[in-house]
């Protein structure tokens, strides 16, 4: 019994926690394309009336039958939240990638103190080879696609793809409550599950902004004053 209270509190952390991601990225439309964000908003939403009332995996949890299989659920809600990461990612870069508080700290240095000198510093500051060697790889990445574009275009076409995945989760808890219609929601969960699968890994522009999102590396508030 403790165990099982103690998964089902993990698992409600976890939903919270990207539950929160979500509304601080669409919170913070400094960058994005109006037009990019106008076609995301109605799929968010959608997405936000349900997860605002706990979401998917709340729904399992009130049901007998769901509830043993409520990590589907938050599988999938993780899912649908990394969609919509990218998608506004997508939007948001459209233009080019703007330097991330990394990257902007590297240029000033660089800039002030010149390559040689500011590694100097890093070392003394306590970072690994390997650190400084990341820092300077992603450095490099970041000129080179500062100011790269994408086709508006190819990226309406991506929004496009994910419209139904998104309707199928919203959908989803309609049929909650229904004792004829559990077994056949869990199947629905773990199918969409393969359907977004499939869309994040063979989807041109998705991969693109994974791949992209990928070459960030981990650094935190404290890097420039030596912090770790």
């Given at each position: 019994?403790?165990?099982?209270?103690?998964?089902?509190?993990?698992?409600?952390?976890?939903?919270?926690?990207?539950?929160?991601?979500?509304?601080?990225?669409?919170?913070?439309?400094?960058?994005?394309?109006?037009?990019?964000?106008?076609?995301?908003?109605?799929?968010?939403k959608?997405?936000?009336?349900?997860?605002?009332?706990?979401?998917?995996?709340?729904?399992?949890?009130?049901?007998?039958?769901?509830?043993?299989?409520?990590?589907?659920?938050?599988?999938?809600?993780?899912?649908?939240?990394?969609?919509?990461?990218?998608?506004?990612?997508?939007?948001?870069?459209?233009?080019?990638?703007?330097?991330?508080?990394?990257?902007?700290?590297?240029?000033?240095?660089?800039?002030?103190?010149?390559?040689?000198?500011?590694?100097?510093?890093?070392?003394t500051?306590?970072?690994?080879?390997?650190?400084?060697?990341?820092?300077?790889d992603?450095?490099?990445?970041?000129?080179?696609?500062?100011?790269?574009?994408?086709?508006?275009?190819?990226?309406?076409?991506?929004?496009?793809?994910?419209?139904?995945?998104?309707?199928?989760?919203?959908?989803?808890?309609?049929?909650?409550?229904?004792?004829?219609?559990?077994?056949?929601?869990?199947?629905?969960?773990?199918?969409?599950?393969?359907?977004?699968?499939?869309?994040?890994y063979?989807?041109?522009?998705?991969?693109?902004?994974?791949?992209?999102?990928?070459?960030?590396?981990?650094?935190?508030?404290?890097?420039?004053?030596?912090?770790?």
């Amino acid at each position: 019994m403790f165990l099982y209270n103690w998964q089902t509190l993990q698992s409600k952390y976890l939903r919270i926690f990207s539950q929160s991601i979500l509304i601080v990225l669409f919170s913070s439309n400094t960058f994005a394309d109006p037009t990019c964000k106008e076609s995301i908003t109605p799929l968010l939403k959608s997405t936000n009336k349900v997860q605002l009332n706990g979401g998917l995996w709340e729904y399992f949890e009130k049901d007998t039958f769901l509830q043993k299989h409520s990590a589907e659920a938050i599988q999938l809600e993780s899912r649908i939240n990394k969609i919509f990461f990218t998608l506004n990612y997508l939007c948001e870069t459209q233009d080019g990638i703007p330097f991330n508080d990394l990257a902007t700290y590297l240029s000033q240095s660089i800039s002030k103190k010149g390559e040689v000198a500011f590694k100097a510093e890093l070392i003394t500051l306590g970072k690994t080879t390997q650190q400084i060697k990341n820092w300077f790889d992603f450095f490099k990445y970041a000129q080179s696609h500062r100011f790269r574009t994408l086709d508006s275009s190819l990226i309406q076409s991506t929004i496009n793809r994910s419209i139904p995945l998104i309707n199928n989760y919203t959908s989803m808890t309609k049929n909650i409550g229904h004792a004829k219609s559990t077994e056949s929601l869990f199947e629905k969960t773990r199918k969409l599950i393969s359907q977004i699968d499939t869309f994040l890994y063979t989807d041109p522009y998705i991969i693109k902004a994974l791949d992209e999102i990928s070459h960030v590396p981990y650094w935190d508030i404290n890097e420039s004053s030596g912090g770790s």
